[in-house]
């Protein structure tokens, strides 16, 4: 039976340093406006020293399966693309911030222009076979992005074989960004 | 609606339907419209080059939009230190292509004013006060200061002018102790790119090396991979860096200790006999010395110095030994830490020897390269080499001249005397320690001559001062260094030069011109130069400007027969060298001096989205980082009543002030340091996006500890309290 395709991102934070250049790629790959980024880094650190564990964690939109913020737009802007990827219509958007007040991953922002934007997973790039701009700069390889309903796939494959969690699931959101341990 | 929204409704509903009927792995996702500044808008084409943002050099893909506005770089795939992916310094290399404070015209000093010129008034009175030197001090009397790959150029021309004296801030004040101990006992160096073979380690441990932080690209690769693998990993640094977050062992060991560490891993693999018995026997000399040397260095005893857990010194001292060849201690890049560093970092290349993993699958790999040809030009007028006999009468291994010793040399007027410097690409104000007398130095000039990109703060003392074209505007020599792979890369102009910029080549071609020097210049034009140099290897240009890097195949990179090319012919675990010239055949540990109370000490590294003081004038690099912040551990904080992001200035053993810096609270640290990111802390209103934000560690730099052996300056020997009050 066809499944239908379920983009995903799974990342391994072990191999993840902080870098950023998945923030630099996504900007100019997407031309987003100086102060603003669809991606970013974020570091964690637990414990005082010398006793410390720390986590470094390339960050965006987790185009969640149930996602609040299509619920809450209240044009259709924001709404869920081929392959359950979340994006928005900037045509159909009027800057309202409902969705921004209902992502619980503070994953949007307001452009100059007053619509939201956010990351596209690079749908563009996607369409034609490609990576995401910052899967395929990461100098790590700590990104992966893929189908997860392809069973030979490589993301399914992660996510069949390592341990993983995801964010802030209690929501009910079903975010689709896994970390893999 | 932008074209960053790249997916209207109506395309969506259409799409689903193709989706629903289409059982491909990707889905024919299509855009309402190109996404701007994407490499897949229409019209965007690519160039292979190589980056220079950093020394790695890196291949990339420079991606122009229809407009002819670099838009992108991406790494290139056929590259073999990029494969296809990028740190993000060199991602936003375009920062300094547009930089709107680059120097635009070539520049001269009359009198106190500056006043533009054209490159034939600038070239002209370069060239003319250069022969009026030679006229009157003689040739050598001019120095040359450079860093970077354009350097060979500019050297070229200086050897074909007479001048003897060539210097760079990248040995006494970064790599060559490193370089001179790994010669000292193998008889080569660790490379740059590093010969190491990290990504098939399964024991690393790294003094001070924070890659991640320090993003040479292939190494991050390969330690990513490493460490998916499960390697185990020691990270020995006063600071909990990324790599120690990623390590099984974080050693917050005592700054300026990691030798009495190194000996005591030493003498635990020889007592225990778990050293590398086949490669020590077959490969090394020295091995009873050593062991008659290593005695007093126990776990315990290097407790006393290092703080380190005696237990644990033996737990990582026994699984060295388990490991074997395919551990490796990394060699570190930047060694110049207190002014003893060849002796540590030989302790780093003993241990490496007595792992036995020189050559071997996991150590030092045994590279490959292309040799290229030179283009024959006629031998270079003789010279005393005065300068280089010089230092080594102070340092007798410095087989570079120190470029702090260029300078004080040239300030003190010493026979023989220097009047003149050359300087391409070097940051001289903020990497040469004591800046003062580096300014006393530059008054005292007949003539200097900068060639930079930005008008950094040494440009304002310059008679002279030449605009470079930008790495993604010129063509430069070929890069073919030795890696695990034999490749050679081609840096090519992708865009026009801005403004009126000229490359290095050019440059050395147009002095070499005026200066009579034609004959060094068989070539007028750098295509006709890099075509010669090509075809020596049955390559063209034309096939490398298409395919940006050439790469042959070769046998893997290890070898069980491994050479060394020391004066015994074997790996120099004691060094009769060092023993002739008085120094330690074996390292000795000598504790570093305490800080005084209220101190810390004041240490310094590298971030990911920097290269010194290279990029922080990059916009495009600074959005992430727009200056550096003091690392203070929570209880020292807190005892000095510091808050987060309060700005204060520091104030080191001689009284020397800082420039007001953020204070960035943390337990990343040992409370008896601070640390911040080094090149930040800019002097110059020409550099308007760097200038006053964060503080240059190298105002601080003013008590100098000299290596020995080669002249390395130390930075990790100054101490710094911190003034609450950031106001003047």
Known sequence: ?181 | MSAKHAFSRRTFLSLSAAVAASAAAWPALRPARPVRGSILEPGMTATHSFCEICFWKCGIDVWKNAEGRVVQITGQAGHPLSNGRLCPRGTGGMGQLYDPDRIRQPMLRRGDTWQTVSWDEALGFTAERMQALKARHGAESMATITHGTGAGFIRHLMQAYGASTFSAPSYAQCRGPRDVAFELTFGAGAGSPEITDIENATFMVFLGTHLGENMHNTQVQEFARAVGRGTELVVVDPRFSVAAGKARYWLPIKPGTDLALLLAWMRLLLDEGTYNKPFVERHCVGLEPLRAALTPYTPEWAYTQTGIDPAVIREIGRKLGMHGPTALIHPGRRTNWYGDDTQRVRAVAILNALLGNWGHRGGFFSGHRINLGKVATPPYPPTRKALDALARRHWPLADEIPTQFLRDHTLAGDDPAIKGWMVYGTDLLNNIPDKDKTIATLKSLELLVVIDVLPIELTGWADVVLPEATYLERYDDLHAPTWKVPYVALRQPVVEPLYDSKPAWWMARQLGRRLGLDAWFPWNDVEEYLQARLRTAGLSLAELRRDGTHVQQAPPPYTDAPRFNTPSGKVELFSTRLKALGFDPVPVFTPPSEAPPGFFRLLIGRAPVHSFGRTTNNRVLGELMPENVLWVNAIAAREFGLAPGQAVRLVNQDGVRSRPIKVKVTERIRPDCVYMVHGFGRDTEKMAFANGRGTADNDLLTRVHTDPIMGATSTNTNFVTIERKASA
């Not at chain 1, 992005?145 to 993301?155: L, S, T």
């Open chain 1, 1 to 181: 039976m066809f499944k239908k395709i379920r983009y995903v991102m799974a990342i391994e934070t072990a191999k993840c340093v902080g870098c950023g250049a998945c923030v630099f790629a996504c900007k100019q790959e997407n031309d987003v406006p100086v102060g603003f980024a669809r991606d970013w880094v974020e570091q964690e650190v637990h414990g005082t020293y010398p006793v410390l564990s720390m986590e470094n964690r390339s960050q965006r939109c987790q185009h969640c399966d149930r996602p609040p913020c299509v619920y809450a737009c209240p044009t259709g802007a924001s709404h869920v693309g081929p392959g359950g990827i979340t994006l928005v219509d900037g045509d159909l958007c009027t800057g309202c911030k409902a969705c921004i007040a209902a992502c619980p991953y503070d994953a949007r922002y307001v452009t100059s222009r007053g619509v939201v934007d956010k990351c596209t997973f690079c749908a563009h790039r996607v369409a034609q076979g490609m990576e995401p701009a910052c899967v395929a700069v990461c100098p790590t390889s700590c990104l992966h992005f893929g189908d997860a309903n392809d069973p030979n796939g490589e993301v399914a494959g992660l996510l069949a074989t390592r341990r993983h969690r995801r964010q802030k699931t209690h929501l009910g959101t079903e975010p689709q960004l896994y970390w893999l341990d």
